[in-house]
């Protein structure tokens, strides 16, 4: 273990921790409202670890549906995750199974950007900076949840107060953090209309796969660029 990389990690993961905790506060308050026990709320938020999904699940427990929509209204929700291992994998190669364990428990969203942006600036994907990014998230993820949880009676409907927007808006910081990336408007544009198309025929929370299964299918089908280090090895030849 680097402790110097570990370091490295707690600070990187500082400011994307709070920014997480109003939806780890915002998922306690709505789990008991649901008819969650504290116990139970912290507990889904340590196993399932996955705030879109986990506000999926609370709203579809409280409106007494079978347990197999349930399991697989989450999974729709959190496909993009074997996205985000598909891609993440060339990375962590150097991982050993135990430490794979870990990453891939650890790999939500503001972790699959940040380890993308740090290898895609020459930086090494350590097991060291990656724990320490992802421990400074999860474990105030399961206080705030908890907080939530005792105090979320308190702060009434978050519709209006303007809570519920804070989850939309986290996405789009995440997305936008991409925007210099090649083909970055025609996929995302792809990945929108899909979603919202999908949003009114097909239902919640189906979209979200929808819409990411179609930026992926666009990726696929646009002519790939040359990579940097071959455009440069052309320029040096000529």
Same mark, same amino acid.
Request: proline share 4%.
């Given at each position: 273990m680097d402790r110097d990389e570990f370091r490295e990690g707690?600070?990187?993961?500082?400011?994307?921790?709070?920014?997480? %905790?109003?939806?780890?506060?915002? =998922?306690?308050?709505?789990?008991?409202?649901?008819?969650?026990?504290?116990?139970?709320?912290? =507990?889904? %938020?340590?196993?399932?670890?996955?705030?879109?999904? *986990?506000?999926?699940?609370? !709203?579809?427990?409280?409106?007494?549906? *079978?347990?197999?929509?349930?399991?697989? %209204?989450?999974?729709?929700?959190?496909?993009?995750?074997?996205?985000?291992?598909?891609?993440?994998?060339?990375?962590?190669?150097?991982?050993?199974?135990? *430490?794979? =364990?870990?990453? =891939?428990?650890?790999?939500?969203?503001? *972790?699959?950007?940040?380890? !993308?942006?740090?290898?895609?600036?020459?930086?090494?994907?350590?097991?060291?900076?990656?724990l320490g990014f992802g421990l400074i998230i999860y474990f105030p993820w399961l206080i705030t949840t908890a907080m939530g949880a005792v105090f979320g009676q308190l702060i009434g409907d978050p519709r209006v107060i303007g809570i519920d927007v804070l989850l939309p808006i986290y996405f789009l910081g995440l997305v936008l953090g991409f925007r210099k990336r090649d083909r970055f408007l025609p996929v995302v544009a792809a990945s929108a209309v899909a979603s919202v198309a999908a949003m009114h025929f097909v239902g919640s929370p189906w979209h979200v796969s929808i819409g990411a299964l179609a930026g992926v299918v666009l990726a696929a089908c646009l002519p790939q660029d040359r990579q940097p280090r071959e455009m440069a090895a052309i320029e040096r030849e000529a």
């Open positions: 707690l600070r990187g993961g500082f400011p994307i921790m709070m920014a997480a %905790s109003p939806f780890g506060a915002l =998922f306690g308050a709505l789990a008991v409202d649901n008819g969650f026990t504290i116990a139970d709320a912290v =507990f889904m %938020s340590a196993m399932v670890y996955a705030g879109a999904s *986990q506000m999926v699940g609370i !709203e579809l427990f409280g409106s007494n549906v *079978q347990p197999w929509l349930v399991v697989l %209204s989450v999974f729709a929700v959190n496909f993009r995750h074997v996205l985000y291992s598909a891609s993440i994998a060339r990375h962590i190669r150097h991982f050993t199974l135990v *430490q794979k =364990f870990f990453a =891939f428990f650890l790999l939500i969203d503001p *972790q699959y950007a940040e380890s !993308e942006r740090r290898a895609e600036c020459g930086l090494p994907v350590s097991f060291s900076w990656y």
